[in-house]
C-alpha cells in the first residue's frame, strides 16, 4: 500500500500545535481570479512521456537538458533521465521504495532522492547515471532541496514532522530538527540561510535556521500547506494549499511573513513551481480537477487551465521558462509549454524560482 497520495494526507491528519516557536500574527486578503484580466499567452500538453508506475517528483537540470522523474512503486522505485529536447526517458534507474521527492546539486552533477516508503535518500552520480550513497533519513520523506551553494541537502518527513540536514560532501546527517506535525515540502532561500516548510495539519509554514538549525517561527496560512516555492529574490513564496473540498493558491511576503494574496483555485491542488522568468506560476492539480492551472504573477490572474492525464502530482519549470514538465500516478509525465512566446536555449536562467533546479 502506498504511503504518500495527495491530497488523501489532507484529508486524513490530525491538527497539532508546536510548542515554543514564534507564531506570526497576520491576515488572510482574498483576491479573486475573476477580478483581474487574464494575459494573451496560450498553454497547451506538447508531449506526454510514458513511465513505469506510479509518476511523483521531478526536477530540471541546472542547464536544462534533463527533467529528473521518481515513480514506481514500493518494491520498486525508479528514477527516470529524461532528454528535455527529444522529450524521451534516457535512462532508468533504481532507487529506494516509493520514491518521490528529487532536487539536482547547483552544478547538475548530483541528483538527491527521497524514498518515502523506506525511509532513506539516494544519492545519484549523473555521469555514471549510479547509485553512490544511500542515507537514512526520517520516517516517510517528501521534500527534498539543495541549498544554492550545494553544501546541504534538506529533506521534509511526512510521519516523524522532522528536517534532517545533510552534508553533501560527506553524505552524512548532520542534524535532525522536528519541525512539528507533518512535514510535507520545502523552498529554500536564494541566500541559503532560510527553510520553509509547508505542514499540511497546521495550517502554517515552519521557518528554519539552516545554519543553526533551529525552528525560528512559524507562518500562518488560511488553509493546509502542501507544496511551496520561492523566487529567486527571495521575497515571495508561492503556497498551493488544499484540503478535501477546496484548493487556493496564497501568496506571502518572505519580509513581513504575512500573506498579500489568496487565489482559489481548481480542487486537488498538489505541485507548485515559479517559471525562472518569474511571470507564471503552474499548479499541478490531482484528481477531480486532472489539470495544471496556469498563473500571472503580476495579475494574479489564471491564465489558463491546462488538462492533464489523471492525478497530477509535482511540477518543475525548465530554466529559460518554456516548459513545465507535471507528473501523474497514472504513469505519465506531461510537458506543457507556452505557446504563445519565443524561447531562449534550454539552460538560460530567468529570476523567477529556484526550485525548479534545487528542489521543493
Request: negative net charge; aromatic residues 4%.
Amino acid at each position: 500500500m502506498m504511503r504518500y497520495r495527495p491530497p488523501t494526507p489532507v484529508q486524513r491528519c490530525l491538527l497539532r500545535g508546536v510548542a515554543g516557536t514564534a507564531i506570526l500574527a497576520v491576515g488572510f486578503p482574498l483576491a479573486s481570479p475573476a477580478a483581474f484580466a487574464a494575459p494573451n499567452d496560450t498553454f497547451a500538453v506538447t508531449a506526454t512521456i510514458p513511465v513505469t508506475g506510479t509518476a511523483e517528483g521531478i526536477a530540471i537540470s541546472p542547464d536544462g537538458t534533463r527533467a529528473f522523474a521518481t515513480h514506481g512503486e514500493e518494491s520498486a522505485g525508479q528514477l527516470s533521465v529524461i532528454d528535455t529536447t527529444s522529450r524521451t526517458v534516457l535512462r532508468t534507474i533504481a532507487v529506494g521504495n516509493f520514491p518521490v521527492g528529487v532536487a539536482v546539486s547547483p552544478d547538475g552533477r548530483i541528483v538527491y532522492v527521497g524514498n518515502n516508503g523506506d525511509d532513506t535518500l539516494s544519492v545519484i552520480d549523473t555521469a555514471t547515471n549510479t547509485v553512490t550513497a544511500t542515507v537514512s533519513v526520517g520516517d516517510g520523506p517528501l521534500g527534498v532541496a539543495v541549498t544554492p551553494n550545494g553544501s546541504k541537502v534538506l529533506i521534509a518527513s511526512q510521519f516523524d514532522g522532522h528536517l534532517t540536514i545533510i552534508d553533501t560532501a560527506t553524505n552524512t546527517v548532520t542534524h535532525t530538527l522536528a519541525v512539528g506535525g507533518t512535514a510535507m515540502f520545502l523552498a529554500i532561500t536564494p541566500d541559503g540561510r532560510t527553510a520553509y516548510i509547508t505542514g499540511i495539519d497546521g495550517h502554517s509554514i515552519a521557518v528554519v535556521d539552516i545554519a543553526t538549525a533551529t525552528l525560528t517561527g512559524r507562518l500562518p496560512t488560511p488553509s493546509a500547506p502542501v507544496t511551496i516555492d520561492i523566487t529567486d529574490n527571495g521575497r515571495t513564496l508561492y503556497v498551493a494549499e488544499s484540503t478535501d473540498r477546496s484548493s487556493q493558491v496564497t501568496i506571502i511576503d518572505t519580509a513581513t511573513g504575512s500573506v498579500t494574496a489568496t487565489i482559489p483555485v481548481a480542487e486537488g491542488a498538489t505541485g507548485i513551481d515559479v517559471a525562472p522568468d518569474g511571470h507564471t506560476v503552474y499548479i499541478a492539480h490531482s484528481t477531480p480537477t486532472n489539470a495544471v492551472t496556469v498563473l500571472d504573477t503580476a495579475t494574479r490572474a489564471i491564465s489558463a487551465t491546462v488538462p492533464i492525464t489523471a492525478n497530477g502530482q509535482l511540477v518543475a519549470v525548465t530554466p529559460n521558462s518554456a516548459d513545465a514538465y507535471v507528473t501523474s500516478q497514472f504513469d505519465t509525465i506531461s510537458v506543457i509549454s507556452n505557446t504563445s512566446a519565443p524561447t531562449g536555449p534550454p539552460g538560460t536562467p530567468g529570476s523567477g524560482s529556484l526550485g525548479t533546479i534545487f528542489g521543493s
